[in-house]
C-alpha cells in the first residue's frame, strides 16, 4: 500500500486539499480513518481555511472526525464553523 510504503499524507492539490480532504468530500469513512491511523492531519485547512470537518455533511462521518480530535468549532475563512455548516445540512448538532 502506498501510506506503507512512507507517502507523505499531508500532499495538496491546488486548492490546498489533501487526501483527506477529498475523502470528506466522497464521504468516505474507511479512507479518512486509514488516513487518520497513518498520521494525516485532520487540522489542515485548504484555501478557503476549510478542515475536513467542513466538508463533511453526513452524521457518521462527522462523528468519526469528532472522535477523533477534529474539533467542530473551529472557524474557516469565512467565520463559519463545521457545526455550523453540518446544521445547514440538517445534521442535528446533539447527534455529534
Do not use: W
Not at 46 to 71: F, M, P, R
Not at 77 to 85: A, E, G, I, N, S
Amino acid at each position: 500500500m502506498v501510506l506503507e510504503s512512507g507517502f507523505d499524507s499531508s500532499v495538496c492539490d491546488s486548492r490546498g486539499r489533501t487526501g483527506f480532504h477529498l475523502a470528506a468530500v466522497q464521504r468516505n469513512v474507511a479512507i479518512c480513518k486509514l488516513l487518520h491511523k497513518f498520521r494525516a492531519d485532520l487540522m489542515t485547512t485548504d484555501y478557503q481555511g476549510d478542515t475536513a470537518l467542513h466538508l463533511y455533511g453526513h452524521v457518521d462521518s462527522i462523528q468519526s472526525l469528532v472522535s477523533n480530535g477534529l474539533k467542530i468549532d473551529i472557524c474557516n475563512h469565512q467565520v463559519v464553523t463545521p457545526l455550523v455548516l453540518a446544521k445547514c445540512r440538517g445534521v442535528n448538532k446533539d447527534v455529534i
